[in-house]
């Protein structure tokens, strides 16, 4: 059980690392929202079930999972919001130069 | 005082309070006497304060068809984390970021909402603007903005809300 949390929380612990790397290497705000989302998708998720399966059976467990309920869905709410208000503020999304 | 749009039916209101009280004994913990008629209190009076909004029509078969669309839908979003992923690590950033709109044939908010979520919440694609069944999509790749193109989510959703009324 230890083993397979400490093997959760790496893997989680890689998707957020990646999404760090995103948001300094993409260009633009739409861009960067992507890399954000990897974080509050994929690393959450696998970063909190490893928490609860260090935590084991109890009412950690049933609140990390009420967390992640809740987590999946406000965070799309919030980068939608960021996104939407970027587009109508009349931000261009990047684009690749064709030279 | 709120205008209330329907009478308070007691038999709702004690289910409502109930549930709440069970999510109040879930988070505290602890079986105290004080606690526990504290929180009795409290879920009493959140359920009548908001007693008058929605009427309760159970859609079991609805909420257990969404509940086996997450798996799914988990799947999708391994399956991107790791595209988007190799797209960030890679040394050229082969990225080619663009704006898509899509018009979906979805014909209730409730499935719209759910749309827009899971597009949301798949890595490397965001909704950026809503308008009825109109979504206006930015995708970080070719193959990302093909995934939203060929409708496979909204298959999906319109699947499981086949036997709705629509409302849109």
Known sequence: MEILSIIFIVAGLFFLIVAAIGVIRLPDVFSRSHAVSLTDSLGAFLMLVGIALHGGLGTN??????????????????????????????????KKETS | MAIRSRPISPKFLFLKAMVLFMF????????????????????????????????????????????????????????????????ILHPALPIAPQLISVESKLNHHAAIVLLGNSITLTPGTVTAEVDRNKLIVHALDQPLSEGIKNKQIESKIAEIFKDQEPDL
């Open chain 1, 61 to 94: 467990m049933l609140k990390i999972l009420v967390v992640l309920a809740l987590l999946y869905i406000i965070n799309p709410v919030i980068t939608h919001a960021t996104v939407r208000a970027a587009l109508r503020s009349g931000l261009k999304p990047w």
């Open chain 2, 24 to 87: 109040w004994v879930l988070l505290s913990a602890s079986f105290e006497w004080i606690h526990l008629s504290l929180g009795l209190v409290f879920s009493f009076a959140v359920a009548w304060g908001n007693a008058g909004h929605s009427s309760f029509v159970p859609k079991f078969r609805l909420w257990s068809r969404i509940l086996l669309y997450f798996p799914w839908l988990f799947y999708k979003i391994v399956q991107s984390s790791l595209h988007l992923s190799k797209l």
